[in-house]
């Protein structure tokens, strides 16, 4: 019986654990494993009653939601390294979620010396303190990256790292529908969280109305991820809507049809994340989109290193997407590049050929049985030593 401990803190967490146990469950025929740690209903599914569901607290947006809730996570961060160490897990691995994960490998290193620490998913620190590499050396034995430039720059710094490829990947492949483009469809993604969508939509919205203008037949769906979410949404398209005087039926809301939207639309426009990467899987030509309250923004300026901001353009390593960011972030400029990835062929597929260069960098799916397998090696490599 060998035992794995996992953190995780968010939803997509949940989501990368869930396949990750799922496929270690799969490929250890010789052993039997037991989950337990943290996550949420996913992997509690799978887990059991070893495995605490804490993701709708620990799910957190912004420095001033942790500082309100720094007495809980200090809280949980205690309790953690107590479960850690009374489990004894033959290891630990950790799933995103920086802020919290990479002090509790600090700090369990310093308990348990030789405790195992693995971690999936590699937190961006490459985009903001490159310099911290080394020190995370010093905590971590092993490192999963979803991207490959990635594993190349944490085993320069000394840091064993593996590319196992982006997990999305399977997601994405298992959500391919047979159909056609929309010549009058834009899709409109504003992004999963609600601080988001606030900042984002009514730009979106202000932008639909002007690209109205210019042709009448357009429609628009907007992807909200829950149906909370679409609620809030509906709210901020009747108050857009009563000032813009437009039809109620030219911008409807979605929900759960992220990938749907993505293949059935002609043009999108797509809040800087994840989502962008699936847009670009899915070969939607798209413009990206990021606002956020102006403080957080300096701030991130001031520690930010890379020069674009979508993941695309970060793979590719050039503006594949074009960017509005912060005050660029106006309908009438917005709507300018948009029209030409609707009107002009060319740049619709110069675009979409940069796309197959940058999903082809992602590697196929099964990154969680690739995962999974080099953390059953690696606990196989360990369990020899002893």
Known sequence: MKTIYFVAGEASADNHGAALMRSLRELSTNCRIQFAGRGGAQMREIAGGQLKNWIGDAAVL??????????????????????????KPDTVVLIDYPGFNL?????????SPRQKIIYYISPQVWAWNRGRIKKMARHLDLMLCIFPFEADLYNESGLHAVFVGHPMIERLEAERIDTERDPNLVGL???????????????????????????????????AASAELAAEMDKMLKQRRSISGQDRQMIQIKIGE???????????IVASGSATLEAAYFRLPFVLIYKVAWPTYLAARLVVTIKYLGMPNVLANKEVVPEFIQHEAKPSLIVKTVRQLMEKTEARAQMVAGFDEI??????????????????DEIGRSTSKE
């Open 359 to 376: 999903v082809s960098q992602l590697a196929k799916g099964d990154a969680s049985k690739r995962a999974a397998q080099v953390i059953i």
């Open 62 to 87: 912004g420095l001033w939601e942790v500082i309100r809730k720094y007495s809980y996570f200090r809280e949980q961060f205690r309790q953690t390294l107590d479960e850690i160490q009374k489990s």
């Open 189 to 223: 993604f504003p992004g999963s969280r609600l601080r988001e969508v606030r900042k984002i939509l009514p730009v979106l919205i202000d932008t639909a109305n002007l690209l109205k203008r210019h042709k009448p037949t357009l429609r628009f769906e907007v992807a």
């Open 258 to 268: 992220t990938a749907a939207i993505m293949q059935r639309a002609f043009v999108g």
């Open 103 to 111: 002090r509790l490998a600090r700090a369990l290193r310093k308990r």
